[in-house]
């Protein structure tokens, strides 16, 4: 199992970034898939989570990110994207994409795993003019 986090930069207060997480070695929609991140000095928070079931997908969303971020997937393309909308300097940090098996969960989960198995590289997003 590996994960590919990309899209990460430098981008002003109120702009947008898409972040993508690229799987190889399993299937993306037989895990709860999320992106987390951790800012200097911070502990490490989770930021959104998805979860399919058939044509079902339960999305979770922070609240410090809620109605700016949105949480997607292509699973022809085995790929999650955060799609980040009205950026702030908060959200400065390295965002990193994970996932676990969504079979330990139960069905109809709808949050982010507390530790996930599997682990992105990270992608540092920062927000600064």
């Known amino acids: 199992v590996q994960l590919q986090a990309s899209g990460g930069g430098l981008v002003q207060p109120g702009g947008s970034l898409r972040l993508s997480c690229v799987g190889s070695?399993?299937?993306?929609?037989?895990?709860?898939m999320g992106w987390f991140r951790q800012a200097p000095g911070k502990p490490r928070e989770a930021v959104s989570c998805?979860?399919?079931?058939?044509?079902?997908?339960?999305?979770y969303y922070s609240d410090s990110v809620k109605g700016r971020f949105t949480i997607s997937k292509d699973s022809a393309k085995n790929t999650l994207y955060l799609q980040m909308n009205s950026l702030e300097p908060e959200d400065t940090a390295v965002y990193y994409c994970?996932?676990?098996?969504?079979?330990?969960?139960?069905?109809?989960?709808?949050?982010?795993?507390?530790?996930?198995?599997?682990w992105g590289q990270g992608t540092q997003v920062t927000v600064s003019s």
């Open positions: 998805i979860s399919t079931y058939g044509i079902t997908h339960n999305r």
């Open positions: 070695g399993f299937t993306l929609d037989d895990y709860v």
């Open positions: 994970a996932g676990d098996w969504l079979d330990d969960y139960g069905l109809g989960y709808n949050k982010c795993p507390s530790a996930p198995e599997y």
